[in-house]
């Protein structure tokens, strides 16, 4: 069994950074595509970011490319979301989730993963 455990999450001000954690177990990592959903109060949740098993397919959220990053340690079994450049807008609870085959077509949606964390809160304001 897939576990996944977030950690990283805080309270940022705008235009800081926080840096997310997804440790996994129970299942060889190499074989794990990991993404991270948002879900904020009153809202859907939302893929922000997803990075297949080897590290060079790597989706973003248009609302986020070119101020997060997401990254894959196989060594750690871990993977990073780096939020640079904080905005009140990406207050949320952040998931990670994962899945054991290739999105069909590259972008996350939750249904497609049967594997989650419990989430980590990223709270930005002033």
């Known amino acids: 069994q897939v576990q996944l455990v977030e950690s990283g999450g805080g309270l940022a001000q705008p235009g800081a950074s926080l840096r997310l954690s997804c440790e996994t177990s129970?299942?060889?990592?190499?074989?794990?595509?990991i993404a991270w959903f948002r879900q904020a109060p009153g809202k859907e949740r939302e893929g922000v970011s997803y990075?297949?098993?080897?590290?060079?397919?790597?989706y973003y959220k248009v609302s986020v490319k070119g101020r997060f990053t997401i990254s894959r340690d196989n060594a750690k079994n871990t993977v990073y979301l780096q939020m640079n450049r904080l905005k009140p807008e990406d207050t949320a609870i952040y998931y990670c989730?994962?899945?054991?085959?290739?999105?069909?077509?590259?972008?996350?949606?939750?249904?497609?993963?049967?594997?989650w964390g419990l989430g980590t809160q990223v709270t930005v304001s002033s």
């Open positions: 990075i297949n098993n080897i590290g060079d397919y790597i």
């Open positions: 129970g299942f060889p990592f190499d074989y794990l595509y």
């Open positions: 989730a994962a899945v054991d085959r290739p999105l069909r077509d590259g972008r996350p949606v939750p249904s497609n993963f049967p594997y």
